[in-house]
């Protein structure tokens, strides 16, 4: 079972980010700030759920949390300042939307900067121990994939629809024969061009 957060003196919100290590698409970064007694039986890091099991805790968090906020970084801001300047971008801007306002921030992850001025706490893992910043991940990752849903339907030839933009062998070959969209991360080209002869 999960620790409901990391302290409690504090008004505190868990924060997360979906989709740092993708091709294409937004990454996503939430922010939640739960009741102290809440408590869900299938809460965990977003990555150890089903997609239903996501689905349901979506609804149940956007419902019951005392403040949430989720926030997307395009990629072209991600070409622009780097993909982890990116994620430490979009959880400063869903923190700064939430109300109440936090006195604590626990962050998923072992860095972090931000000009808020709040004080935080980075947790390796922290998505499988505390539930604030579990129900960030599960946020981050159902509104990205949503995201990535509507794109599909755009530019079905990616896969998008099953590989949310993640360097699946599909994705890289679909990219030799396609090329790139707008949504592709050019500072992913090297990588992609890596790939291609790693099937």
């Not at 965990?44 to 997307?72: G, Y």
């Not at 121990?129 to 530019?155: C, G, N, P, Q, W």
Request: charged share 25%; hydrophobic share 40%; net charge negative.
């Amino acid at each position: 079972m999960l620790e409901n957060q990391f302290q409690y003196e504090l008004t505190e919100a868990g924060c997360d980010e979906a989709g740092r290590g993708c091709l294409a698409g937004p990454v996503f970064a939430a922010a939640v700030i739960l009741p102290p007694d809440f408590h869900d039986p299938q809460l965990n890091d977003s990555k150890q759920m089903t997609e239903r099991n996501r689905d349901r805790l979506r609804a149940v968090i956007e419902r019951e949390a005392v403040a949430w906020a989720v926030e997307a970084v395009s990629a072209a801001r991600i070409d622009e300042i780097n993909i982890l300047n990116a994620s430490f971008e979009g959880m400063s801007l869903a923190v700064a939307r939430l109300d109440p306002a936090p006195a604590f921030l626990a962050i998923d992850g072992n860095r972090f900067r931000t000009r808020l001025g709040i004080p935080f706490r980075c947790i390796v893992k922290g998505d499988g121990k505390y539930a604030d910043i579990a129900a960030a991940s599960v946020l981050a990752k159902t509104h990205r994939d949503e995201y990535m849903y509507r794109l599909a339907e755009e530019f079905p030839q990616y896969g998008w629809a099953r590989n949310k933009g993640y360097p699946t062998r599909q994705h890289r070959l679909a990219i030799r024969e396609f090329g790139l969209t707008p949504h592709h991360r050019l500072t992913f080209n090297h990588e992609i061009d890596q790939l291609e002869f790693g099937f």
